[in-house]
């Protein structure tokens, strides 16, 4: 009898380590199936803003830089003021005070693989944005800046037109696509004019063909909207293209 006894035994004990074992097994696979859940969220979480964005941009590729945004009466009244700083360099890292806010001409940095910002790049964030003593650099270089302020920033409608707008000026080997929209902070200096949180900046020399030599012609050029426009843009840049500027043949 002691033997069926035994055997009774290791039975139970058999049973018992299989049970664990499927234990065992099953919540290695719950483990393994919550990692796999946490992964995959955390790598919708990184692709989900890229992926919006570029479905957010699929309408801005058949259309003409006027049609994104809000109309051109959006934008008050172009005004100029005679500019200073050209060819006043400082050396890069050095503060530069500017009287306007955003600035369209002054001194500023100039070295070389730091200013003026290479022509690819178009559209930039607060975390990414070249210093503005940089920028004024590309400004004397013939390009137009739209600056936005944090109030677009967080407006995701404005984001996504100034996105479309920077769009449209992909390239580098024509310059007529001397463009970039960066933001303008509280740490760069004063408020846009109330109600407005857009600023188109461009540093003239007073007409294309202007001798460039001659400073006394040279102003900067501002005009603020309340939202983005692609249409008062296209106007901006038409009025004051790359040609007027103090070094229009630069990158």
């Given at each position: ?147 936005y302020d944090e109030t677009a920033a967080a407006d995701d409608e404005m984001m ?92």
């Amino acid at each position: 009898m002691a033997k069926p006894a035994k055997n009774d035994r290791q039975a139970v004990i058999d049973s018992i380590r299989k049970k664990q074992k499927g234990a065992d097994k099953r919540r290695g696979f719950a483990i393994v199936g919550v990692c796999s859940l946490v992964a995959l969220l955390l790598i919708g979480a990184a692709a989900y803003q890229p992926i919006k964005d570029w479905w957010d941009l699929r309408k801005f590729n058949d259309i003409d830089i006027a049609s994104i945004g809000a109309p051109a009466s959006a934008c008050e009244k172009v005004t100029t003021r005679e500019a200073t700083g050209n060819q006043e360099h400082v050396p890069t890292g050095t503060p530069v005070e500017y009287e306007d806010a955003p600035p369209a001409f002054g001194a500023h940095w100039n070295e070389a693989n730091v200013a003026p910002d290479p022509m690819e790049r178009k559209l930039y964030t607060a975390d990414d944005r070249p210093a503005v003593e940089a920028l004024v650099h590309n400004l004397e270089h013939g390009y137009t800046v739209l600056w936005y302020d944090e109030t677009a920033a967080a407006d995701d409608e404005m984001m996504d037109d100034i996105r479309g707008i920077a769009t449209k000026f992909k390239g580098t080997s024509n310059l007529r696509l001397k463009f970039k929209a960066v933001p303008w902070t509280e740490d760069d200096g004063e408020a846009f004019p109330e109600g407005q949180h857009v600023a188109f900046t461009h540093w003239s020399i007073g007409g294309a063909g202007n001798d460039v030599s001659d400073t006394s012609t040279q102003v900067g050029v501002w005009q603020y909207c309340s939202a983005p426009s692609g249409e008062a843009l296209e106007d901006f840049m038409l009025e004051y293209p790359y040609m007027d500027s103090p070094e229009p043949g630069a990158m």
